[in-house]
């Protein structure tokens, strides 16, 4: 089982999800947990779920969506592990600011203090980076042009509000999906692009 949040490494972790699944001849199941304690209508958060449907249907896994309601999020993926007899759970270790509770240590010990009989992989981002290779096409430099309130991806610059990046296209896609590449504080921040639009905050 798969657990993906928001930010822009779900893919990485469907794809890891997919070859454990097919080594070990095991159904797949990919896990949201929805933390929102409301159901109001987020345009990113639904970019990222139609990806990580579509990603799941291609690879024949089942998609879930569970509600927090309160519980802590560690039981909310020990229940559903269990409700499908699941042995692996795969889970992101990311800085993003969407994935810190992810992150944080005593998640990952207060998750396996509850699994029993499953194993936990969790994948860090320096080695999703590293097999940027294996999932996008090379980089091209690109840009960010600001439209109506949203950032679309462009070959060229336009008007003021634009930033400057490297886009590596996601393979085996016709959509304008993949990760945009910008130097933030001296470091390489990746951005999550989909359908040509930036889906999380700068």
Known sequence: MVCVHY???GERLIRRGVELSEMLGAPLYVLNV???DSDEYNHSKEMYM???????EEAGAEFMVRKRRGHKTTDVIVEAAEEKEVTQIIIGQSAQTLWQEL???????ELISKMNMMDLHVVAVQRMRAGLEETH???????????E???????EPEGDDYIKGKFFHELHTEFENGLFKIEQDGKARY???CEGTLTEPL
């Open 149 to 155: 309130g949203a950032y679309q991806l462009s070959d």
């Open 137 to 147: 096409e090379e980089g091209v430099i690109s840009y960010l042009v600001k439209n």
């Open 103 to 109: 992150t944080k240590r005593n998640f990952v010990n």
């Open 50 to 56: 139609a990806v990580w449907k579509r990603l799941a």
């Open 34 to 36: 929805d933390s929102s």
């Open 7 to 9: 930010g822009p490494h």
């Open 191 to 193: 951005l999550h692009i």
